[in-house]
């Protein structure tokens, strides 16, 4: 009963490095969408998905990308980590329709120094 | 203004109490509306979507008020495991693009106490 799986759980990056956090679900969702949380804000959304090879920007979707080559997989790249970049990231997905329940993975606490 | 505003809190109430969190949204085109708990260093979890004749789940009520764009949450008799932060969530969907947006308020942090 995996839902959806974030790796890894804990990174420390430094300024200017590069990464990509790791989402996966196995629930056959459609939409898929990439969170950043930090303290006093809320989750705000960076990107998302609405299925293969569909993708659209958040909120806050400056200094990360995204591709969705199948419907398990949904990527977020980091191209060159600021400190600024240092949150909790959140992958979440939901079947098709905007009425719908959205399960999100363990997350991912970033450090950027 | 944020999309979806709610009071931070924290909210100390003890054992027993009724306690009640509320939400405002700015975009009334909002079409669905819900209620995610979460726990300190944990993931978001739906703890009740939100209807507009209002809806309970056991000690748990929440009501949507369409025209003061409005979302509340009502606890009754609270439990120590309760404590959590309660995040209001908006769903709007965008039908030209497709595109769904999840708003999500910054949350309100519940502490019950012994």
Same mark, same amino acid.
């Given at each position: 009963n995996a839902g959806v799986t974030q790796t890894p759980k804990f990174q420390v990056l430094k300024t200017g490095q590069s990464m990509t956090l790791q989402c996966a679900q196995d629930m056959n969702h459609e939409y898929m969408s990439w969170y950043r949380q930090d303290p006093g804000m809320g989750l705000r959304l960076i990107h998302y998905s609405v299925g293969a090879g569909i993708t659209d920007q958040g909120e806050v979707p400056n200094g990360y990308n995204v591709s969705r080559s199948t419907t398990e997989d949904f990527p977020l790249r980091l191209l060159s980590a600021a400190p600024s970049q240092t949150s909790v990231y959140f992958c979440a997905s939901s079947p098709g329709g905007g009425t719908t329940e959205a399960f999100f993975g363990q997350g991912t606490r970033l450090t950027v120094v | 203004r944020k999309e979806v505003e709610q009071d931070p809190g924290p909210f100390n109430v003890p054992e027993g109490a009724t306690v009640a969190f509320n939400c405002t949204y700015s975009n009334s085109a909002s079409q669905s509306f819900f209620w995610y708990r979460q726990d300190c260093r944990k993931e978001p979890k739906l703890l009740m979507s939100v209807y507009s004749s209002g809806n309970e789940d056991g000690r748990f009520t929440a009501q949507l008020n369409r025209a003061s764009q409005y979302i509340s949450l009502l606890i009754r #008799? +609270?439990?120590? +495991? #309760? +404590?959590a932060t309660y995040l209001c969530v908006v769903n709007l969907v965008v039908m030209d693009t497709g595109r769904r947006a999840l708003t999500f308020g910054s949350g309100t942090r519940l502490q019950v106490q012994p």
């Open positions: - | #008799d +609270s439990k120590l +495991s #309760d +404590s």
